[in-house]
């Protein structure tokens, strides 16, 4: 039997006018921008008109140490939602909307999969409402406020600049610029550019002090513009972060911020819209809250906090998603996200598959677009046993924050009976207050049922939450014991530039600021080849940077990219229209 693919499922879906999915939840068409019959923006002011109504349950999904080919964690998130409507519940989910960089590159889409999607897919996976248009344009416009900045003081004097109002002279030291350009497309060969050339002539023919500079493009889901929209909580909130946002120093060490460029209020017009959460529904019906891109290995990873908390004033159980792993995203969600929205979790829910826990036992390599070795296709209970302390690390990391976390098997065809029995039995004795084996790919809501039921048991468990660090601690002792205790790593070394780094964002007061750690999804380390659960490794961080206006510090572990490549056969090849207007081959 042919199995139909993501768009065949969405596209033969029966869409419903979103004011149909709004009224469920207590909406009017005043609460809302429609963009067409199936999308709208949410305005913030439902916050205040809902204020009187209790909160719903708060869940979070995230997964063990992914495969590169990823564990179904947004198809997970979007079928537990789908079986909690199923139970009777109003539910909503509140995820990421997905960088089309990715979509045209190998990752495809971030609608979910099977018949647990969020639609219409093509929709949102591509320009949605314009928020990442946004993002890109705000984001741009700093850089050329900066190269202006550069390039008028180098030529006029404190007079002149005064005549045209501009009062100060910043002095921007060029070699301390931390902000690039952006673009919402994977382009490896614009990770570092020269710009200025057109600046070494002015109009008298004589040279100018201006010389051109290396910089480079990030993918525009990089930009601190999306983390600051992910975290902030109103228009208010968001214009203050935007002008704190530090893009370098002066020539004496002083840091340069947004407010200082005098950009900061444009940018924030730029962003008036996109800070409106943008409403969207499921396969069967439940609402999905559609907000914000941020990274989860440079940034924190998870959907808006407005999102999250008009969410949960209209729904009884909210699901959202944390990227990647529970050492990266939900560390990030608890430890950044929920300091600044004041919410508290109910439960976790973590995602794990058999391959991924074959792989951590010593199976063979997983490439992107290469055949599986038939190693993640039969049942082989040994090195599956080898691989759950990968499993019971991110449960240990879970309950490290006193929060109830269930176990979800997202099942794949080629599973055996005894190897989920496998996975549950790890699950269990390491402290899961449930392992449930869940279908929703192939089978939608009906297949998370039991899923749906155990989180609903866990979220009337009480929640213990705390988080891991104190704010008041300095900035070493908070990213050591992110290392020591969701990593397991033995120590820390700092690179000289980390060092110097620290010491001055010490000096300057920013380490009363939450840790967001940079580094790779693939390993529990630093390292991407260590599986498992490795032990006896040392963390280094060569380079800690700040992004103020969002509210974090990120020390960099290893080489990270804010501008992924594609590869030899990228995923556009595929995408085209039929003869009757329809999108097709996006994945």
């Not at 109003?90 to 889409?109: D, E, L, Y």
């Not at 983390?227 to 935007?242: P, S």
């Not at 290995?297 to 998603?321: C, F, K, M």
């Not at 704010?471 to 820390?492: H, S």
Request: with cysteine.
């Amino acid at each position: 039997m042919t199995v139909p693919s993501d768009l065949d499922i969405a596209q033969a879906a029966d869409v419903r006018p979103i004011l149909q999915i709004a009224e469920k939840l207590g909406l009017s068409q005043d609460d809302l921008d429609l963009y067409g019959n199936f999308k709208a923006k949410v305005h913030l002011s439902v916050l205040d008109k809902f204020n009187d109504r209790p909160t719903g349950k708060y869940i979070d999904v995230t997964a063990i140490t992914p495969t590169p080919l990823g564990e179904g964690k947004t198809t997970t998130t979007i079928g537990l939602t789908q079986a909690l409507g199923r139970l009777g519940h109003n539910a909503a989910t509140c995820i990421r909307q997905p960088s089309m960089g990715p979509t045209f590159g190998i990752k495809g889409g971030a609608a979910g999969g099977g018949y647990s999607q969020v639609i219409p897919m093509e929709e949102f996976n591509l320009h949605l409402t314009g928020d990442i248009h946004a993002i890109t344009v705000a984001h741009n416009l700093v850089a050329a406020a900066i190269d202006t900045r550069l390039y008028h003081e180098s030529r006029q004097s404190d007079a002149a600049l005064a005549r045209r109002g501009i009062d100060r002279r910043l002095d921007i030291d060029p070699e301390t610029i931390t902000w690039n350009r952006v673009v919402d497309v994977c382009d490896r060969s614009l990770r570092a550019i020269q710009i200025g050339f057109n600046d070494n002539i002015v109009s008298d023919g004589s040279p100018s002090p201006i010389f051109p500079r290396q910089t480079g493009f990030d993918i525009s889901v990089a930009s601190e513009l999306m983390a600051i929209l992910a975290l902030t909580t109103g228009l208010k909130d968001l214009r203050e972060r935007v002008g704190r946002v530090v893009i370098g120093t002066s020539k004496a060490g002083d840091p340069v911020t947004l407010e200082d460029l005098g950009v900061a209020g444009a940018v924030t017009v730029l962003l008036k819209d996109a800070i409106m959460p943008n409403l969207l529904q499921t396969l069967e019906g439940q609402a999905a809250f559609v907000h914000a891109g941020p990274f989860a290995n440079i940034a924190h990873g998870n959907s808006s906090i407005l999102a999250d908390q008009i969410a949960l004033r209209l729904a009884d159980y909210v699901v959202t998603e944390s990227g990647f792993g529970a050492d990266i995203g939900m560390e990030k969600f608890f430890n950044i996200k929920c300091r600044y929205s004041g919410l508290v979790p109910d439960a976790v829910v973590l995602v794990a598959t058999i391959r991924a826990l074959k792989m951590h036992g010593g199976g063979p390599v997983v490439k992107p677009g290469s055949t599986l070795d038939e190693a993640y296709t039969t049942e082989n209970l040994a090195l599956l046993e080898a691989g759950g302390g990968n499993l019971a690390k991110h449960i240990a990391i879970v309950r490290k924050f006193g929060v109830p976390v269930i176990v979800a098997v997202n099942r794949f065809a080629t599973d055996t009976e005894a190897e989920i029995a496998l996975v549950r039995r790890i699950a269990e004795e390491a402290g899961a207050e449930a392992a449930v084996m869940s279908d929703h790919w192939a089978r939608g809501g009906e297949g998370a049922l039991e899923l749906a039921e155990a989180v609903v048991a866990a979220c009337e468990k009480p929640s213990e939450f705390k988080f891991l660090y104190p704010l008041d601690l300095p900035i070493k002792d908070k990213i050591e014991i992110i290392a020591r205790e969701i990593y397991g790593a033995d120590g820390v070394t700092y690179d000289p530039l980390a060092e110097r780094q620290i010491e001055q964002y010490e000096q300057a007061g920013f380490n009363q600021l939450p840790i967001c750690m940079a580094k790779t999804h693939l390993s529990l380390s630093h390292d991407p080849a260590l599986k498992g659960v490795p032990t006896g490794f040392t963390i280094p961080v060569r380079e800690v940077r700040a992004s103020v206006g969002a509210g974090f510090v990120y020390p960099l572990l290893g080489q990270m990219s804010t501008m992924p490549g594609l590869p030899t056969r990228p995923a556009f090849m595929n995408i085209d229209l039929d003869e009757d207007g329809n999108v097709v081959g996006l994945s």
